[in-house]
């Protein structure tokens, strides 16, 4: 999934995560073709992008800049807001912006050549949000088992401020 692909900070310092996100960036956009920053960790990635970029392109010059443009505005996006919600209402806008999931379900409409009208976008939206919530949720929840243990400087679960709200050890959330 491109968002796993993406998903750099879990293993770097979010500031380094961030600077990988801008290299990646960089082979949506044809202007960037010639620059050689390769990061520290994305070259291989930013190559593959740019190779992509170009076939899907070919495939429908119509409709693919604005699926570029949905995975530009998440690589922005991602990781840039600080993790500092204490409640599932301050959590939530912000894990929505983070999940990727907008680019998959903008993934999935090019895929299939739906191409909604900005009225028709609209009447989907809060339920393309509530599916983003509930999928966003729930891969907090299975993968909080494994990413508990990473030594990112930089967490986007919900599930660590239980713990700390009502002083339940770690183990146990």
Known sequence: MITRTLDINEEKP?????HEHEVL?????PE???NSDTGETVGAKKAYFQKIRQE????????????IHTLDRYLEEYDSHPMDAKTMD????KRLINSGLSVCTHFLRWAMDIHLSDDEFAAMKD????M??????????????????????WIWKFL?????TIQLAREGS
């Open 160 to 164: 660590p401020h239980p713990h700390e």
């Open 90 to 93: 301050e959590y939530i806008p």
């Open 14 to 18: 979010h500031q380094s995560a961030l």
């Open 56 to 67: 899907i392109m070919a495939l429908d010059p119509i409709n693919t800049p604005e699926l």
């Open 132 to 153: 983003m919530r509930l999928v966003g949720l729930i891969n907090d929840y299975f993968s909080w088992g494994k990413e508990k243990y990473l030594s990112s400087d």
């Open 127 to 130: 339920f393309e949000d509530a």
């Open 25 to 29: 960036r960089q082979a949506l956009h």
């Open 32 to 34: 960037f073709d010639q």
